[in-house]
T-cell receptor, first 110, second 112 residues
Framework: DQQVKQNSPSLSVQEGRISILNCDYTNSMFDYFLWYKKYPAEGPTFLISISSIKDKNEDGRFTVFLNKSAKHLSLHIVPSQPGDSAVYFC?????????FGTGTSLTVIP | EAGVAQSPRYKIIEKRQSVAFWCNPISGHATLYWYQQILGQGPKLLIQFQNNGVVDDSQLPKDRFSAERLKGVDSTLKIQPAKLEDSAVYLCASMGINTEAFFGQGTRLTVV
């Protein structure tokens, strides 16, 4: 039972444009959401998070939007850079338990 | 601040052999996780420790997998005997109070 879903396995974006990565979840008890970035042969690294009491959190070029009624969150990267090319995992948590999506592989084309 | 350390980085074993992975979490982090990530999938939780106690091991295949965190710091994950479908990256993560989870680089296991 996949509680966190990333329906786009891959995404290609031109450098300088906006990258939008989407994530859907099913459990309304999730109260904290995170995005992790993973380069090949490395572990996932934390990128940005949002609490369920907010609908937007911004950190530099990265913004996460949360739509609780739709159980949907998205990560916006503006402007996209070639170094952003990686696999992005969405994660949702309740308490100390984390559930991950299957990841979206982002390729930023120079 | 030192990150989560895992060893070995890579391991190749034959099916039915046993293997052990080691994780040293970030100092002071009480929560430790072991995840299994099969190629093309997201990390799947195997076991979660709070200090040296198990919080959740519902997805751990207990007939072949075992994990311990005896002193509430380092942890080991063991597979015995290994199957071909155990080929995956095994990720260890730790989390402190009011922090996100930090991941190690993972151990890539190949069972042949």
């Amino acid at each position: 039972d996949q509680q966190v879903k990333q329906n786009s396995p891959s995404l290609s974006v031109q450098e300088g444009r906006i990258s939008i990565l989407n994530c859907d979840y099913t459990n309304s008890m999730f109260d904290y959401f995170l995005w992790y970035k993973k380069y090949p042969a490395e572990g996932p690294t934390f990128l940005i998070s949002i609490s369920s009491i907010k609908d937007k959190n911004e950190d530099g070029r990265f913004t996460v939007f949360l739509n609780k009624s739709a159980k949907h969150l998205s990560l916006h990267i503006v402007p996209s850079q070639p170094g952003d090319s990686a696999v992005y995992f969405c994660a949702a948590s309740t308490g100390n338990q984390f559930y991950f999506g299957t990841g979206t592989s982002l390729t930023v084309i120079p | 601040e030192a990150g989560v350390a895992q060893s070995p980085r890579y391991k190749i074993i034959e099916k039915r052999q046993s293997v052990a992975f080691w994780c040293n979490p970030i100092s002071g982090h009480a929560t430790l996780y072991w995840y299994q990530q099969i190629l093309g999938q997201g990390p799947k939780l195997l076991i979660q420790f709070q200090n040296n106690g198990v919080v959740d091991d519902s997805q751990l295949p207990k007939d072949r997998f075992s994990a311990e965190r005896l002193k509430g710091v380092d942890s080991t994950l063991k597979i015995q005997p290994a199957k071909l479908e155990d080929s995956a990256v095994y990720l260890c993560a730790s989390m402190g109070i009011n922090t996100e989870a930090f991941f190690g680089q993972g151990t890539r296991l190949t069972v042949v």
